[in-house]
């Protein structure tokens, strides 16, 4: 079992950067795909980017391709979500998933909001 904790959001303005963490706890982390979804208000949770546990591949939102950059340290744990040349419409709560195949793991989400 993995749980699941986010860091890193915050309010900024159009253009701006931001680095979001998700620390896990639990032994069998690096066996885990992770991924990053995210969630407007009034609106359903949607996919923004996947990773498989060796970091060899990488999937994007098309809505997010090019600005957003995922990436994991295994020996430390973490999972991160590189946000550059933000919009307002990522406005968002964004959350941390692991999955081992047969279950899935959330955090409790962060809030990222994003200022014109």
């Known amino acids: 079992q993995v749980q699941l904790v986010e860091s890193g959001g915050g309010l900024v303005q159009a253009g701006a950067s931001l680095r979001l963490s998700c620390a896990a706890s639990?032994?069998?982390?690096?066996?885990?795909?992770m991924g990053w979804f995210r969630q407007a208000p009034g609106k359903r949770r949607e996919f923004v980017t996947t990773?498989?546990?060796?970091?060899?591949?990488?999937y994007y939102a098309d809505s997010v391709k090019g600005r957003f950059t995922i990436s994991r340290d295994n020996a430390k744990n973490m999972l991160y979500l590189q946000m550059v040349s933000l919009k307002p419409e990522d406005t968002a709560v964004y959350y941390c998933k692991g999955s081992d195949g047969l279950f899935e793991y959330w955090g409790q989400g962060t809030q990222v909001t994003v200022s014109s």
């Open positions: 639990g032994r069998t982390f690096s066996s885990y795909a």
């Open positions: 990773i498989s546990w060796s970091a060899g591949n990488t």
